[in-house]
């Protein structure tokens, strides 16, 4: 079943189109990883599937439900309950992890659980600590973000995402932020994930991890898809621009 489909997705800011007719669908269990160069449109992408961002054209679905449609020449959204229903099916880890400072641990997990889907508290903590237990943060519950590695600050943010127990989780480049040594912290969690089958789309510059944990890679530059297949495919492409962007990377792989 397609969990995201995402059809002519258009999006420009002060004239400057930054995506420009994607389309792109993730089945169940799928992990999609999008690779391209600084500005090629991969966290602008993320950000219209998510909806942080408003698409200025195209359609985008989940599990069969329209989050928005083409009207004329512009985006119509469903309403706000249909959108609530929605955002329930996706998690979202951020590159700067976006956890709330004055917040615990537990309460950073747990506050949208409780005001935003209106789970119960006890429920709501129960999820949490499962989570922290798999992640290793169990003795950490109590910290608040400043005690915290930025690897454990990054888990808790996976936690956070997990603890919604969405159909899909995206990333954006969840270890840009983190040393080397913290990122291979981050993406043995990822890796583990993938094990799992948890359906991920994740916008990464890791080859490697790329390569390793991917069914499909895709690679946008100039707000178009200019290539994807699965990581064998792909690598062994003749797309020339391709190969120089691997070229350019290729200490990660």
């Keep these: 079943m397609e969990l995201l489909e995402m059809q002519h997705v258009k999006k420009e800011f002060n004239g400057l189109k930054v995506l420009k007719d994607i389309s792109l669908s993730v089945s169940k269990g799928e992990v999609v990883s999008i690779i391209g160069p600084s500005g090629s449109g991969k966290s602008t992408l993320l950000r219209c599937a998510t909806m942080l961002e408003k698409m200025d054209g195209g359609s985008l679905t989940y599990m069969g439900e329209s989050a928005c449609w083409e009207e004329g020449d512009k985006c119509v959204y469903a309403s706000k309950a249909k959108l609530k229903e929605i ?78 127990q969405p159909q899909i989780l995206f990333f954006d480049e969840p270890t840009s932020a983190l040393d080397p040594e913290l990122t291979a912290e981050v993406l043995k969690v990822i890796k583990e994930l993938a094990k799992e089958h948890m359906t991920m789309i994740i ?51």
């Design 203 to 253: 916008v990464t510059h890791e080859m490697q991890f790329a390569k390793e944990v991917s069914d499909r890679i895709i690679f946008m530059e100039h707000g178009v898809i200019q290539a994807q297949g699965s990581p064998e495919e792909l690598f062994d492409m003749k797309n020339e621009r391709l190969k120089e962007f691997m070229g350019h990377l290729s200490g990660n792989l």
């Design 87 to 164: 955002h329930k099916c996706f998690g979202l880890v951020f590159q700067n992890f976006n956890l709330f400072p004055h917040y615990s641990v537990m309460k950073n997990i747990t506050d949208a659980l409780i005001s935003v889907d209106k789970i119960s508290k006890k429920e709501a903590e129960e999820r949490a600590l499962v989570l922290l237990a798999k992640l290793g943060l169990s003795d950490k519950k109590d910290a608040y973000p400043c005690q915290l590695s930025g690897g454990q600050q990054q888990r808790v943010s996976i936690a956070r995402a997990l603890a919604k």
